[in-house]
C-alpha cells in the first residue's frame, strides 16, 4: 500500500476526484481485510474457548478413569488431545485473539464512519472545504491505520 501525504487545492477539480476515488478505494479495501480478520479471530477465540476446556476436561475424566480401572480412550489419543489443549492454549495466550477482534471492529466502525463522511462532503460542499475535508479525512484514515498496525494487526 502506498501512502504518500498528498495534499490538495482547488486548481482543478480532477485531481480531487482522483485522491477522493483513491481514499474511497483504500478505505473498502481495509474494511475488507478487517472484515476477514475480524471473523478470523473469532472462529479462533470460540476454538479455543470449546476446544481447550473440553479437552482438558476429557483428559481428567480419562486419567481418573484409568486410576479407578480401565480409561475411558487410549492412552496415546489422550496424549493427543492434551497436545492439541495445550498447543490452543499457548495460541490464545499469544495471539490474544479476544482483544484482536475488538481491534477489528473498532477499525471496521471508523473506517464506515469516515466513508460516509467523505461520501456526504463530497455531495454538500464547495470544492475548496470539500478539499480540506478531503486532507483531513487522509489524515484520520493514516492515523486509524497506524493505531490498527501499533495494536495488534
Not at 73 to 82: C, E, L, P, Q, R
Not at 135 to 150: G, I, P, Q, T, V
Amino acid at each position: 500500500m502506498n501512502e504518500s501525504p498528498t495534499v490538495l487545492s482547488s486548481s482543478n477539480s480532477c485531481p480531487v476526484n482522483f485522491e477522493f476515488d483513491y481514499l474511497s478505494k483504500e478505505i473498502a479495501t481495509w474494511r475488507k481485510e478487517t472484515f476477514f480478520y475480524r471473523w478470523l479471530n473469532i472462529l479462533l477465540f470460540w476454538a479455543c474457548k470449546v476446544v481447550v476446556p473440553a479437552g482438558a476436561l476429557l483428559v481428567a475424566i480419562n486419567m481418573v478413569s484409568e486410576l479407578v480401572g480401565d480409561g475411558l480412550i487410549n492412552t496415546k489419543h489422550a496424549s493427543v488431545i492434551a497436545i492439541i489443549v495445550t498447543v490452543m492454549a499457548s495460541l490464545e495466550a499469544l495471539l490474544n485473539p479476544a482483544a484482536k477482534k475488538r481491534l477489528a471492529f473498532t477499525l471496521n466502525n471508523n473506517l464506515r464512519a469516515l466513508e460516509i463522511k467523505i461520501n456526504i462532503c463530497k455531495n454538500t460542499m464547495c470544492e475548496e472545504e470539500f478539499i480540506k475535508e478531503l486532507n483531513k479525512a487522509n489524515e484520520h484514515f493514516r492515523d486509524l491505520l497506524n493505531h490498527y498496525s501499533e495494536n495488534g494487526y
